[in-house]
């Protein structure tokens, strides 16, 4: 199941039922099933706090993740800052919503186990979410 949740800041106007499908899609490629999946929008400050407490980090991010999956099935708990999301967009000159759609979707790709913190990892990701977000243009 794939929940969508807020943190002290309103839900972002995304189509639940049509996301979830997606989500569900993209896992699918990787050959993975989705499990418990709680996305949890949030600030700027909610996902400070979250990223000194659990991981130590001193600074803004656009998304955590933390992975619970075990097998072929995803779990995982998704905190995305919509502060950092809106920030982006503008830095990156994109739509506010395609850069959130970026996001939900990185997460999910993490969950299947795509990195992209190490050398060329983040060109494998970059084409990932690329690869995703045309899917979801599929779907609407």
Not at 48 to 70: G, P, W
Not at 84 to 111: Q, S, W
């Amino acid at each position: 199941m794939i929940t969508y949740q807020t943190d002290g800041t309103d839900m972002p106007s995304i189509k639940k039922r049509e996301t979830t499908s997606w989500i569900k899609n993209v896992a699918s490629t990787y050959g993975k099933k989705t499990g418990e999946i709680a996305y949890i929008f949030c600030s700027d400050e909610k996902i400070l706090e979250v990223n000194r407490q659990y991981l130590q980090h001193d600074y803004y991010t656009d998304i955590i993740t933390f992975d619970y999956s075990e097998g072929n099935k995803i779990a995982g708990d998704l905190f995305i800052s919509l502060d950092t999301v809106r920030t982006n967009a503008e830095k990156f000159h994109t739509a506010y919503e395609d850069e959130l759609h970026r996001v939900i979707i990185h997460g999910i790709l993490h969950l299947c186990g795509i990195n992209d913190k190490g050398p060329g990892e983040r060109e494998i990701m970059e084409a990932a979410e690329n690869k995703a977000l045309s899917m979801l243009r599929e779907i609407e």
